[in-house]
């Protein structure tokens, strides 16, 4: 049941009407008495004593004055117009001043009365100002009753300047929370829960965390509603994926046959780690039950997800299936493709190579031995995903560098093989904090290499200023001396910005001089290149032709060649700490110690500054992504950004950790016992989830 009051359109609240409702849906996509209710306040703001006047400084802050208004106009024009007032207590003056909403404030103070103002200090010429301060007539009778913490909600300035200020806004709030009744908004944790964790139940807890009366009132509040929202989250992802796991059948693979056996026993060039080990069990698993495997592989750069690509593969073609691989860049392909032919040399299979730049005879030929079923693996990129593109049987789909891709891309994929879709294993080596990954991905199976190869030494990284660049180079040379190669990176975000192209113009030019021929030979690559000369150069640097390799972030993405020990990065300040991952990940991948080399202005940002010390920190691909969520919040993440999953209301995944474990545990065991939640005990829980399907639409799978 849905409550009738809170599904009511939002111009029906009495102070809001059609122009501010058109308002709040445009801003704030407020459309509901609901949606208002549950827009939560982001801070308080504690108006239980007043400051004095003559004791404020630029560092006071935000602060409640008591005072009368002694003087109020508008001085300057056009742009500059602006609302300056004075507010005197019986300790000094200070000046108030508006940019916006100059008239409608104008109208709405009166000179010599007493207002309670609030507002934050800054410093103006020699004295203090305060700009945009909340407004409210000093009310005796009031005052002794008004509630201690004050809630401050999300706004903007259109917002603002039409009147529907945070005072407005809590106006409109007390209407509402008058009018809504425990009918309304219905208990949706079982009791068992409440009692269990001490929380506060709903409609209270909505109280609470509008108008708290004390700051334990407000604490109790936003944690029962951090955890109510992280809880029926993964109570619905966890459904999700039971009701996927019965729905969609799949493929069974339960032979291990002479292809996995042949290559594991004679072929396999090293021991497999043991994280390498249990993986594969984990998805033999899969494969054996009939039901599509969706499996998320997630292992840091180096940790050799390639391999156990290949073993999967020899297992789908030993029950007669074939597989595909699927990497974001032509390069990557390639390099798989290498890789994978050498390994499989000598045995009985047959692997084919499609990307966009294969064409003509080439291209015919691999598509119409990927229909008979001659080829038994292809490998390539977005060009798989064609419609012409048609197998025999594919029982098995591979992505490399899952985030590359569109959700919707990858979904083509699924609709390559009849009756069942194939079995799908997205790899990646952007490794995901565990608070995220139970959330995006908490409808999936995930496994993890936590554990790399033996034998590698951890790169050692250091940051140097643009001015120690000759130094650098000198340091460069001597690791040429050895015999060792290198890559120059920098930034080019966007292939088509023509500044960063001539950035890397003029670094490889300058590098040519340094580096002078016929002593060194320097590779040069980025995205604009034409296809053949990309591999000329890449093929030359992996063959150990050139020395120096000067990129952009083409490089990024899973190429190999270890005989290269030193990644210097240029501007480093302009990349995310998952990229400047992703690119120390290029080197350490020999038996040789390895240097990572962070070059940037004198100048930093404070962000850019600690992801550069980060960076220097730690060689921990999780520590970094941990990092990287505090840094810059989960809706910018890598591959995270198409997923309206994170639209959290009130919980923050960055910070709610141990909330979210908590919330994620107690749903498993709870639909674990009762998978239906049919038990009366959980009948509150399973009204609200059938109240509330819509917000569920478009969530399912991410492959
Ligand atoms: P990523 O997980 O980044 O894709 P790769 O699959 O490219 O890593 O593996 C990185 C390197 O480690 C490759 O040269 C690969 O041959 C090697 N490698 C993978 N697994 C092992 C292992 N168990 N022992 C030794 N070397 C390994
Ligand atoms: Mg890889």
């Given at each position: 049941?849905?409550?009738?009051?809170?599904?009511?359109?939002?111009?029906?609240?009495?102070?809001?009407?059609?122009?501010?409702?058109?308002?709040?849906?445009?801003?704030?996509?407020?459309?509901?008495?609901?949606?208002?209710?549950?827009?939560?306040?982001?801070?308080?703001?504690?108006?239980?004593?007043?400051?004095?006047?003559?004791?404020?400084?630029?560092?006071?802050?935000?602060?409640?004055?008591?005072?009368?208004?002694?003087?109020?106009?508008?001085?300057?024009?056009?742009?500059?117009?602006?609302?300056?007032?004075?507010?005197?207590?019986?300790?000094?003056?200070?000046?108030?001043?508006?940019?916006?909403?100059?008239?409608?404030?104008?109208?709405?103070?009166?000179?010599?009365?007493?207002?309670?103002?609030?507002?934050?200090?800054?410093?103006?010429?020699?004295?203090?100002?305060?700009?945009?301060?909340?407004?409210?007539?000093?009310?005796?009778?009031?005052?002794?009753?008004?509630?201690?913490?004050?809630?401050?909600?999300?706004?903007?300035?259109?917002?603002?300047?039409?009147?529907?200020?945070?005072?407005?806004?809590?106006?409109?709030?007390?209407?509402?929370?008058?009018?809504?009744?425990?009918?309304?908004?219905?208990?949706?944790?079982?009791?068992?829960?409440?009692?269990?964790?001490?929380?506060?139940?709903?409609?209270?807890?909505?109280?609470?965390?509008?108008?708290?009366?004390?700051?334990?009132?407000?604490?109790?509040?936003?944690?029962?509603?951090?955890?109510?929202?992280?809880?029926?989250?993964?109570?619905?992802?966890?459904?999700?994926?039971?009701?996927?796991?019965?729905?969609?059948?799949?493929?069974?693979?339960?032979?291990?046959?002479?292809?996995?056996?042949?290559?594991?026993?004679?072929?396999?060039?090293?021991?497999?780690?043991?994280?390498?080990?249990?993986?594969?069990?984990?998805?033999?698993?899969?494969?054996?039950?009939?039901?599509?495997?969706?499996?998320?592989?997630?292992?840091?750069?180096?940790?050799?997800?390639?391999?156990?690509?290949?073993?999967?593969?020899?297992?789908?073609?030993?029950?007669?299936?074939?597989?595909?691989?699927?990497?974001?860049?032509?390069?990557?392909?390639?390099?798989?493709?290498?890789?994978?032919?050498?390994?499989?040399?000598?045995?009985?299979?047959?692997?084919?190579?499609?990307?966009?730049?294969?064409?003509?005879?080439?291209?015919?030929?691999?598509?119409?031995?990927?229909?008979?079923?001659?080829?038994?693996?292809?490998?390539?990129?977005?060009?798989?995903?064609?419609?012409?593109?048609?197998?025999?049987?594919?029982?098995?789909?591979?992505?490399?560098?899952?985030?590359?891709?569109?959700?919707?891309?990858?979904?083509?994929?699924?609709?390559?093989?009849?009756?069942?879709?194939?079995?799908?294993?997205?790899?990646?080596?952007?490794?995901?904090?565990?608070?995220?990954?139970?959330?995006?991905?908490?409808?999936?199976?995930?496994?993890?290499?936590?554990?790399?190869?033996?034998?590698?030494?951890?790169?050692?990284?250091i940051h140097r200023t643009d001015s120690h660049r000759l130094r650098v180079f000198g340091f460069m040379k001597?690791q040429i001396?050895?015999?060792?190669q290198i890559y120059v990176v920098y930034p080019l975000i966007e292939e088509s910005e023509k500044l960063d192209l001539k950035n890397l113009e003029e670094g490889y030019e300058a590098i040519q001089r340094a580096f002078p021929m016929p002593e060194y030979q320097v590779s040069i690559l980025h995205g604009r290149m034409k296809?053949?000369d990309k591999?000329f150069e890449m093929?030359r640097f992996?063959?150990?032709?050139t020395q120096l390799m000067v990129a952009t972030t083409v490089i990024e993405?899973?190429v190999?060649?270890?005989?290269a020990?030193v990644m210097v990065i240029e501007n480093t300040e302009r990349f995310g700490?998952?990229q400047l991952?992703?690119l120390?990940?290029r080197?350490?991948?020999?038996?040789?110690?390895?240097y990572c080399i962070l070059m940037s202005g004198y100048k930093l940002t404070?962000?850019g500054?600690?992801?550069i010390?980060?960076?220097?920190?730690?060689?921990?691909?999780?520590?970094?992504?941990?990092?990287?969520?505090?840094?810059?919040?989960?809706?910018?993440?890598?591959?995270?950004?198409?997923?309206?999953?994170?639209?959290?209301?009130?919980?923050?995944?960055?910070?709610?950790?141990?909330?979210?474990?908590?919330?994620?545990?107690?749903?498993?065991?709870?639909?674990?016992?009762?998978?239906?939640?049919?038990?009366?005990?959980?009948?509150?829980?399973?009204?609200?989830?059938?109240?509330?399907?819509?917000?569920?639409?478009?969530?399912?799978?991410?492959?």
């Amino acid at each position: 049941m849905r409550s009738k009051l809170l599904d009511s359109p939002i111009e029906y609240l009495k102070g809001v009407g059609p122009a501010r409702a058109e308002l709040f849906k445009k801003e704030l996509s407020v459309f509901s008495f609901e949606d208002l209710l549950l827009q939560y306040p982001f801070r308080h703001v504690d108006r239980t004593t007043f400051h004095r006047i003559a004791e404020l400084t630029p560092d006071s802050g935000e602060v409640q004055l008591r005072g009368v208004l002694r003087r109020i106009e508008s001085v300057g024009g056009g742009a500059k117009k602006r609302l300056v007032g004075k507010l005197r207590d019986d300790s000094g003056v200070i000046e108030l001043v508006w940019f916006k909403g100059v008239s409608w404030i104008q109208n709405s103070l009166e000179v010599g009365k007493e207002y309670v103002v609030f507002g934050r200090v800054s410093a103006y010429g020699a004295g203090l100002n305060i700009a945009h301060p909340e407004m409210e007539e000093f009310d005796p009778e009031k005052s002794k009753t008004a509630p201690t913490l004050l809630p401050v909600y999300s706004s903007t300035e259109k917002l603002n300047s039409k009147g529907l200020d945070v005072r407005a806004r809590r106006r409109l709030l007390i209407e509402l929370l008058q009018r809504v009744t425990p009918d309304d908004l219905p208990e949706n944790l079982p009791d068992y829960l409440l009692k269990k964790l001490r929380l506060p139940s709903r409609l209270p807890a909505i109280y609470g965390i509008h108008f708290p009366k004390s700051q334990e009132e407000l604490d109790a509040a936003r944690k029962r509603l951090k955890f109510e929202e992280l809880f029926l989250l993964q109570v619905r992802l966890l459904q999700l994926k039971s009701g996927r796991q019965a729905s969609i059948k799949g493929y069974v693979f339960d032979q291990i046959g002479e292809n996995f056996n042949n290559y594991y026993k004679e072929k396999i060039p090293f021991e497999l780690t043991e994280a390498q080990k249990r993986v594969i069990k984990e998805i033999r698993r899969d494969l054996g039950v009939g039901i599509q495997m969706n499996r998320l592989l997630q292992g840091d750069v180096g940790s050799g997800k390639t391999m156990v690509a290949l073993l999967c593969m020899l297992i789908a073609l030993d029950n007669g299936y074939q597989a595909c691989l699927m990497a974001p860049t032509e390069i990557l392909a390639q390099q798989h493709f290498q890789t994978i032919t050498e390994n499989l040399e000598g045995l009985n299979i047959e692997v084919g190579y499609l990307t966009g730049n294969v064409k003509g005879k080439a291209r015919k030929a691999v598509l119409e031995r990927l229909e008979s079923g001659e080829l038994h693996i292809v490998i390539g990129t977005h060009a798989l995903l064609e419609d012409w593109v048609q197998f025999q049987n594919l029982g098995l789909a591979i992505t490399d560098e899952q985030h590359r891709f569109g959700v919707e891309q990858r979904g083509r994929l699924w609709n390559k093989s009849k009756p069942f879709p194939p079995h799908v294993l997205v790899m990646t080596a952007t490794p995901i904090p565990r608070t995220l990954a139970m959330t995006l991905y908490g409808d999936l199976d995930v496994s993890v290499i936590d554990e790399l190869p033996p034998g590698r030494k951890p790169v050692t990284t250091i940051h140097r200023t643009d001015s120690h660049r000759l130094r650098v180079f000198g340091f460069m040379k001597e690791q040429i001396a050895l015999g060792r190669q290198i890559y120059v990176v920098y930034p080019l975000i966007e292939e088509s910005e023509k500044l960063d192209l001539k950035n890397l113009e003029e670094g490889y030019e300058a590098i040519q001089r340094a580096f002078p021929m016929p002593e060194y030979q320097v590779s040069i690559l980025h995205g604009r290149m034409k296809a053949a000369d990309k591999d000329f150069e890449m093929a030359r640097f992996v063959k150990g032709e050139t020395q120096l390799m000067v990129a952009t972030t083409v490089i990024e993405v899973g190429v190999n060649v270890p005989n290269a020990s030193v990644m210097v990065i240029e501007n480093t300040e302009r990349f995310g700490l998952s990229q400047l991952h992703q690119l120390r990940g290029r080197v350490g991948r020999g038996a040789d110690q390895s240097y990572c080399i962070l070059m940037s202005g004198y100048k930093l940002t404070k962000e850019g500054r600690q992801r550069i010390e980060t960076m220097c920190h730690t060689n921990d691909g999780f520590e970094i992504a941990e990092a990287d969520l505090r840094l810059r919040g989960p809706g910018d993440l890598e591959g995270t950004q198409q997923s309206g999953i994170l639209n959290l209301k009130i919980a923050d995944l960055a910070r709610d950790g141990r909330i979210l474990q908590t919330a994620r545990e107690l749903a498993l065991h709870i639909l674990e016992q009762d998978p239906q939640l049919q038990h009366p005990s959980n009948a509150v829980l399973k009204s609200y989830l059938d109240a509330h399907k819509e917000v569920w639409k478009g969530w399912g799978r991410i492959s």
